[in-house]
C-alpha cells in the first residue's frame, strides 16, 4: 500500500506542478510583442504540456481506487476474524457483499477511463490543426475518475467502520476512534441486509465535509 499511495502522492505533485507553470504561462497564438515590434508564432495554443498529466493523474487515481477495493474485499472475505460480508449472520444476509460488488464495478470503469486520450488525434481545418492533445477528453475523464474514486474510498469507510465495530471491545489509536465516533453520526452500524446505496451516498457526503481530528 505505501508504494501505491506513495506514487500517487508522486503524481498529484507533479500535475501540481505542471498546473502551476501552464496557468502562468503564454497561451496565445501568435504571441504580440508590442514593445519589441514582434509577432511570434510558436504554437503556443497547443494542450499537449495539459493533456499529458492529465492522462497520467487519471491513471494515478484509477490505481488509488484499485487499491481500496482490494482492502474492501479483504474486509468481507471473512479473514482475520471477521465475519464474512461482515454481518452476524451471514448465511441469511449478504450484508456487505454487494459493496465489494459495487466497487468492482466502479474500479472496473476506471480502468477503461484511465485509457490516454492523449495518443488520440484527429486533424482538422483541412489538416492545418494536424495533431491535437483531447486535453478536453482527458480532462473531462479525469473528473469521472474522480468521482468514482471517490466512492470507491467512501464503501471502505463504510465497511471499515463495520469491521472495527466487529472488533470491539478492542479499540484502534484514539485519531481512528475519533473518526469512527463521527461517522457513526452519520452511517449506522448495519445489523441484518438493508438497501445499501443510502449509506454510500451518506459516507461519500462524509468524506466530502469531514475535518479529520488533528493527533494531540
Given amino acids: 500500500m505505501?508504494?501505491?499511495?506513495?506514487?500517487?502522492?508522486?503524481?498529484l505533485r507533479y500535475v501540481h506542478s505542471v498546473m502551476d507553470i501552464e496557468v502562468n504561462s503564454v497561451t496565445d497564438n501568435?504571441?504580440?510583442?508590442?514593445?519589441?515590434?514582434?509577432?511570434?508564432?510558436?504554437?503556443?495554443?497547443?494542450?499537449?504540456?495539459i493533456a499529458l498529466p492529465i492522462d497520467f493523474l487519471s491513471i494515478a487515481?484509477?490505481?488509488?481506487?484499485?487499491?481500496?477495493?482490494?482492502?474492501?474485499?479483504?474486509?468481507?472475505?471473512?479473514?482475520?476474524?471477521?465475519?464474512?460480508?461482515?454481518?452476524?449472520?451471514?448465511?441469511?444476509?449478504?450484508?456487505?457483499m454487494i459493496t465489494q460488488y459495487t466497487a468492482a464495478s466502479v474500479v472496473s470503469l476506471n480502468k477503461s477511463l484511465?485509457?490516454?486520450?492523449?495518443?488520440?488525434?484527429?486533424?482538422?481545418?483541412?489538416?492545418?490543426?494536424?495533431h491535437v492533445s483531447m486535453g478536453a477528453n482527458a480532462a473531462i475523464k479525469l473528473y469521472k475518475v474522480i468521482l468514482n474514486t471517490e466512492r470507491v474510498l467512501a464503501i471502505e469507510?463504510?465497511?471499515?467502520?463495520?469491521?472495527?465495530?466487529?472488533r470491539l471491545p478492542l479499540k484502534s489509536?484514539?485519531?481512528?476512534?475519533e473518526l469512527h465516533e463521527q461517522f457513526r453520526r452519520q452511517v449506522p452500524f448495519i445489523l441484518n441486509d438493508d438497501l445499501m446505496y443510502p449509506y454510500i451516498d451518506r459516507a461519500i457526503e462524509f468524506l466530502r465535509t469531514h475535518q479529520p481530528p488533528i493527533p494531540s
Avoid at 30 to 49: I, K, M, Q, R, Y
Avoid at 173 to 177: A, E, G
Fill in 114 to 130: 484511465a485509457m490516454p486520450s492523449s495518443v488520440d488525434s484527429i486533424p482538422s481545418c483541412q489538416d492545418q490543426e494536424d
Fill in 2 to 11: 505505501p508504494q501505491v499511495h506513495g506514487s500517487v502522492k508522486d503524481t
Fill in 173 to 177: 489509536s484514539p485519531v481512528i476512534c
Fill in 30 to 49: 501568435p504571441t504580440v510583442c508590442p514593445d519589441d515590434d514582434l509577432v511570434v508564432s510558436a504554437g503556443n495554443f497547443h494542450g499537449e504540456p
Fill in 61 to 96: 487515481m484509477s490505481e488509488l481506487a484499485n487499491i481500496s477495493e482490494r482492502r474492501i474485499y479483504r474486509l468481507v472475505s471473512g479473514s482475520r476474524g471477521l465475519p464474512s460480508f461482515l454481518v452476524a449472520n451471514p448465511g441469511v444476509n449478504s450484508g456487505f
Fill in 157 to 166: 469507510l463504510f465497511n471499515a467502520a463495520q469491521a472495527l465495530d466487529f
